[in-house]
């Protein structure tokens, strides 16, 4: 069993906190907390609460809160940490992973430069292979590099240019926006086109970025540019073999993320996450060597199961495509067409 503990309980942190927790070769160790608000109060039930140092630990008594002691005595009984921490907070986090020598996962709001290895697990699961210090790239570079991952393999790629349309922030959120506007980021490639190359080394890719009022989901619209000629079926056939990419046909009703989430919350899986890239199959157009795609991604939820898969490629534990299957069992993620 693979000890594992999670330092950052929001969006992302409380969800591999779950994902490790329902998988048989691993187990939470603790959560670090630092206030006790309505998330440790249900959190307290299932895992062991920590907080980040003896200062904390007043309000959570007064909360009523068990804490189980500080970040260091988590470090002491773990063997691995996963910090989710908010961006940039992994950086400053580091110095304590090394002098503990702990490994440690970030997450993709950290600097590539934080980790030996960036990782995906379709596309290059191998380079955390017993690393120390690896790096779980953003939602939006995860849903890219898994739909790109299998059109590269079979009919190599030329140059991508993807348009990211951006959920503003994430639905707990009421602080950030905007709330009714559309604004592009005005730097073009945006910061996604040189992430995805830290996974998918020698890509030639671009990418813009535009945030949009909602919360749901991000859109991609993709243009592939391929070495040899596809169809549009080969391209569908291409990714059949992969669990992580569903496909919405035009019979599914689906038109929009409002119901691709409602989708996901039909499929009664743990908090209604949609780990899954999902493509809309009718969107998927050839043009002499070029492919254009349209896909869906649930940014809270896409990188949960590459950082259980990256945590058994750190301690050599299972080979990709093992990993793969038994997070994905456990996650209950299935090859699904609509
Ligand atoms: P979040 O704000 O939802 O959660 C961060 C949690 O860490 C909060 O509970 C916060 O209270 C806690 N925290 C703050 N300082 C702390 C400290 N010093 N020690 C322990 N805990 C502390 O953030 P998030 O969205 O889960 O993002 C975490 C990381 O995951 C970031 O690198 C982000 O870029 C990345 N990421 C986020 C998304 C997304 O859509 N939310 C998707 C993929 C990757």
Aim: with cysteine; glycine share 6%; charged share 30%.
């Amino acid at each position: 069993m693979i000890r594992v503990a999670i330092n950052g309980y929001g969006t992302i942190g409380r969800r591999v906190a779950r994902a490790v927790s329902l998988q048989d070769d691993m187990i939470v160790t603790g959560i670090v907390k630092t206030k006790p608000d309505y998330v440790s109060m249900v959190a307290s039930k299932d895992f062991k609460i920590f907080v980040p140092d003896k200062s904390f630990e007043k309000a959570f008594q007064d909360a009523g809160i068990k804490v189980e002691g500080t970040f260091e005595n988590l470090i002491d009984d773990s063997e691995i940490v996963v910090d989710a921490t908010p961006e940039g907070q992994g950086e400053k986090n580091k110095e304590m992973y090394v002098n503990r020598k702990i490994k440690a996962i970030f997450e993709g709001g950290e600097e590539p430069e934080i980790a030996q290895a960036s990782f995906n697990a379709y596309s290059n699961f191998e380079e955390a292979r017993s690393k120390d210090y690896v790096r779980v790239v953003s939602c939006n570079t995860t849903a890219l590099a898994r739909t790109l991952h299998p059109i590269r393999e079979r009919f190599g790629i030329k140059f991508v240019d993807a348009t990211i349309v951006r959920r503003a922030t994430d639905p707990n959120d009421s602080k950030k926006g905007p709330i009714n506007a559309v604004e592009p980021s005005l730097s073009i490639p945006s910061h996604h086109a040189p992430d995805l190359k830290t996974v998918m080394a020698g890509l030639n890719v671009s990418t813009v970025a535009i945030k949009a009022p909602t919360t749901l989901m991000h859109v991609h619209a993709v243009r592939v540019e391929l070495e040899k000629k596809a169809s549009k079926n080969d391209i569908i056939e291409a990714w059949r073999g992969y669990r992580r990419i569903m496909e919405v046909g035009k019979n599914s009703g689906i038109t929009s993320t409002g119901q691709m989430m409602d989708l996901a919350r039909e499929f009664g899986r743990d908090r209604s996450d949609l780990y899954e890239i999902a493509v809309w199959s009718q969107s998927v157009s050839v043009d002499g060597n070029h492919v254009s795609y349209i896909q869906a991604v649930h940014q809270e939820s896409d990188v949960v199961p590459e950082n259980v898969d990256a945590i058994r490629s750190m301690f050599d534990t299972a080979d990709r495509e093992r990993s793969i299957s038994m997070t994905d069992g456990k996650l209950r993620i299935e090859k699904r067409v609509f």
